[in-house]
């Protein structure tokens, strides 16, 4: 297997415009989690997903953000708009059944 | 609310052991995690301690747990320079996948 894969790995914006980040998680995995990594707050989990079902999203800082599942296979994070507050690194994780996580190279996000 | 803290730096020379520790308050956790974080990558599960388990060891690593003074080490033998990394401690209790992490220990290892 590939591992969980993200796209992009790189994203700059300007602030105000949509940002769309997406993920793959690992085939047969059913627990899908999205996290934030800044320098001040470090890992933040910010929604996660279990059978394509958002479980808890808490996290999410704000109405800007949201995110969708459609399907086992496939998963987006979106802001807008986006702020330069919301510049940090985006890592999709997925896990089967367990808190043993596979995370993706993340994207760098950087909204200026 | 439940916290997990952690030392920022540790420097050691190559060769050396290493040792990142790490405390926790939620004494209902059930599992204690070791992730690593290699620089422009994502985090990778390293090892994992069951909560009713005082020693780990698997091969260079080893963790110990003292669940008293929640308290939690790795030790990394014979350190090499493909060991610097971020390394995070996180507890879970190994039901609903919130784990809360620390905010990592930066690594150098000198040559």
């Known amino acids: 297997d590939a591992g969980v894969i993200q796209s992009p790995r790189h994203e700059v914006t300007e602030m105000g415009q949509e940002v769309t980040l997406r993920c793959k998680p690992i085939s047969g995995h059913n627990s899908l989690f999205w996290y934030r990594q800044t320098m001040m707050r470090g890992l933040e989990l910010l929604i996660y997903?279990?059978?394509?079902?958002?479980?808890?999203d808490s996290g999410m800082p704000e109405d800007r953000f949201s995110a969708k599942m459609p399907n086992a296979s496939f998963s987006t994070l979106k802001i807008q708009p986006s702020e330069p507050r919301d510049s940090a690194v985006y890592f999709c994780a997925s896990s089967s059944n367990s808190e043993k996580l596979f995370f993706g190279s993340g994207t760098q996000l950087s909204v200026l | 609310g439940e916290d997990v803290e952690q030392s920022l730096f540790l420097s050691v020379r190559e060769g050396d052991s290493s040792v990142i520790n790490c405390t926790y308050t939620?004494?209902?956790?059930?599992?204690l995690y070791w992730y690593k974080q290699e620089p422009g990558a994502g985090l990778q599960l390293l090892t994992y301690i069951f909560s009713n388990m005082d020693m780990k060891q698997d091969q260079r690593l080893t963790v110990l747990l003292n669940k008293k003074d929640k308290h939690l080490s790795l030790r990394i033998a014979d350190t090499q320079t493909g060991d610097s990394a971020i390394y995070f401690c996180?507890?879970?209790?190994?039901?609903?996948?919130?784990?809360?992490w620390g905010l990592g220990t930066s690594l150098a290892v000198n040559p």
């Open positions: 996180a507890e879970g209790d190994g039901n609903n996948r919130k784990l809360i």
């Open positions: 939620d004494s209902s956790s059930t599992y």
């Open positions: 997903f279990n059978n394509n079902v958002p479980i808890d």
